[in-house]
């Protein structure tokens, strides 16, 4: 039962997080962890297989093992984000959720700036 239950909230907080490159509303990276972390519990197969990924090699792979993430790498992280929020914000239909989104791209590009080391 305690494997079962590892590995379900593995399958969904993956799913989350691939939902989570496409709508950036969404973190990414805090669900693929999850992911690594639920697989890590309940099946070692299913934790290679995700460390062996392209997704979890970029999104996940340096922070997961280091903690830091390269200067480099967060250059291609924030355009990324800007990319995929600037047009959420141009297609949110209210105000109030175009200023909601602009502030959670300020967060995003202080915690990944300010609060992550850097590599």
Same mark, same amino acid.
């Given at each position: 039962?305690?494997?079962? %239950?590892?590995?379900?909230?593995?399958?969904?907080?993956?799913?989350?997080?691939?939902?989570?490159?496409?709508?950036?509303?969404?973190?990414?990276?805090?669900?693929?962890?999850?992911?690594?972390?639920?697989?890590?519990?309940?099946?070692?197969?299913?934790?290679?297989?995700?460390?062996?990924?392209?997704?979890?090699?970029?999104?996940?792979?340096?922070?997961?093992?280091?903690?830091?993430?390269?200067?480099?790498?967060?250059?291609?992280?924030?355009?990324?984000?800007?990319?995929?929020?600037?047009?959420?914000?141009?297609?949110?239909?209210?105000?109030?959720?175009?200023?909601?989104?602009?502030?959670?791209?300020? %967060?995003?590009?202080?915690?990944?700036?300010?609060?992550?080391?850097?590599?």
């Amino acid at each position: 039962m305690h494997r079962l %239950f590892f590995l379900t909230g593995g399958f969904i907080s993956l799913t989350v997080g691939l939902i989570g490159i496409i709508l950036p509303i969404i973190p990414t990276t805090p669900f693929l962890l999850l992911s690594g972390f639920c697989f890590a519990k309940s099946s070692t197969r299913f934790e290679t297989w995700l460390r062996k990924t392209k997704v979890y090699q970029f999104y996940v792979a340096d922070y997961a093992e280091t903690k830091s993430i390269s200067a480099s790498r967060k250059k291609k992280i924030i355009w990324q984000i800007y990319l995929l929020m600037g047009i959420s914000i141009w297609l949110a239909p209210l105000i109030w959720i175009k200023i909601g989104l602009f502030l959670l791209t300020l %967060f995003i590009t202080y915690y990944l700036f300010k609060v992550i080391p850097n590599k």
